[in-house]
């Protein structure tokens, strides 16, 4: 069993910036990928970022390429998404979640993920 808990959402104006961490708790943390995904109000979830183990691979969504870094801090049981340059279509519910790499689905798919925080509230103002 695996918890997560997201924080760090808020609302702020575009071209601003905002760091969400995702705490986790629970089994062997470290041995995850973690992805961040997103879901703004009548939309699919989206994938937005994802992360390898050992931090040595990272991955993203074409529209957030040069604007979010994702990282870890396996000591700390922590995954950050570093956000900068918002734009309003960034506003969404942000999830982090674990994945487990045995769904047979991408790291793209929300399908591949089992674990998943609650969710934080990102807001973009024009």
């Known amino acids: 069993q695996v918890h997560l808990a997201e924080s760090g959402g808020g609302l702020v104006q575009a071209g601003d910036s905002l760091t969400l961490s995702c705490a986790a708790s629970?089994?062997?943390?470290?041995?995850?990928?973690m992805g961040w995904f997103r879901q703004a109000p009548g939309k699919e979830r989206e994938f937005v970022a994802a992360?390898?183990?050992?931090?040595?691979?990272?991955y993203y969504q074409n529209s957030v390429k040069g604007r979010f870094t994702i990282s870890r801090d396996n000591a700390r049981n922590t995954v950050y998404l570093q956000m900068n340059s918002l734009k309003p279509e960034d506003t969404a519910v942000y999830y982090c979640a674990t994945y487990p790499g045995t769904t047979g689905r991408s790291i793209q798919s929300p399908q591949g993920y089992d674990y998943w925080g609650q969710g934080t509230q990102v807001t973009v103002s024009s």
């Open positions: 992360i390898t183990w050992s931090g040595g691979s990272t």
């Open positions: 629970g089994r062997t943390f470290r041995s995850y990928l």
